[in-house]
């Protein structure tokens, strides 16, 4: 259950592309949990591979500049967690099959995340740091 305004939350990568790209029927739903941070009622998150996984696909779906454009508005309101040795270490010993959920489990775990929002929660049901759907968390958020 959401506590208070410094809940922290990563958002997985797919959760921002479903926002940059529109992807439906996701987009709404990303959209809302984005404004939260935008709107600085939760602290948001992104590992720093995420911002190159990002740019890779949103410059081969649209364009460089929109990339860059995209990513320089993301990080006024989004967190960067750095991913260090220790983060790559975790992730390599972790009980995930896929190696970069495990990156992003073990960057929220350093960074004393509460929630991974993911529309991928199968990936990560061994996950150390609790997965959540955009519209689970949306409800939790009503509901504190």
């Known amino acids: 259950m959401i506590r208070s ?11 921002i592309l479903d926002f940059i790209l529109h992807r439906e029927p996701f987009f709404e739903a ?21 911002i190159t996984d990002l740019y890779y696909i949103i410059r081969k779906s649209k364009n460089k500049e929109v990339a860059k454009n995209f990513i320089t508005d993301l990080i006024e309101f989004i967190e960067v ?10 992730a390599l010993k972790s009980k995930l099959n896929d190696f970069e959920d495990s990156v992003q489990e073990q960057t929220a775990s350093i960074y004393g995340i509460q929630y991974i929002v993911t529309r991928n929660i199968d990936d990560y049901k061994q996950s150390i740091v609790e997965a959540i759907l955009p519209c689970e968390f949306l409800q939790r958020m009503k509901q504190s």
């Open 5 to 15: 305004i410094n809940d922290n939350i990563l958002f997985d990568t797919n959760i």
């Open 81 to 90: 967690a750095d991913v260090n040795k220790e983060i790559i270490l975790q």
């Open 30 to 50: 990303s959209n809302k949990v984005l404004n939260l941070a935008f709107d600085k009622i939760i602290i948001g998150f992104v590992s720093a591979s995420t």
